[in-house]
Nanobody, 118 residues
Framework: VQLQASGGGLVQAGGSQRLSCASS????????MGWFRQAPGKEREFVAAIRLGADSTFYADSVKGRFTISRDIAKNTVFLQMNSLKPEDTAVYYC????????????WGQGTQVTVSS
């Protein structure tokens, strides 16, 4: 499975941005997809995930109500819509996919930088 993330960039606080993650290869083996992020000097942390069979979604408390994860089945693509962005959302965002009904961490895409200016 290959994951290709895109959509990062610079945005002002309070603004919105949408990340995309296109998957290819043996995508039929996947159970979950999601996003993690890593800010400078901090550990990578979970942001959001979606169960592909049921479209159940899960969010970190820090983004709940502001971020929405969704997917386009036909395009094998997962999106992360980020609204009401805050400077503390600044990080490298990583797309991830999993084979089990757990946090997606079997496959990783390259990171995409999101910078929120105050």
């Amino acid at each position: 499975v290959q994951l290709q993330a895109s959509g990062g960039g610079l945005v002002q606080a309070g603004g919105s941005q949408r990340l995309s993650c296109a998957s290819s290869g043996r995508t039929f083996t996947l159970s979950t997809m999601g996003w993690f992020r890593q800010a400078p000097g901090k550990e990578r942390e979970f942001v959001a995930a979606i169960r592909l069979g049921a479209d159940s979604t899960f969010y970190a408390d820090s983004v709940k109500g502001r971020f929405t994860i969704s997917r386009d089945i036909a395009k094998n693509t997962v999106f992360l819509q980020m609204n009401s962005l805050k400077p503390e959302d600044t990080a490298v965002y990583y797309c991830a996919a999993g084979l089990r009904l757990a946090l997606p961490n079997d496959y990783w895409g390259q990171g995409t930088q999101v910078t929120v200016s105050s």
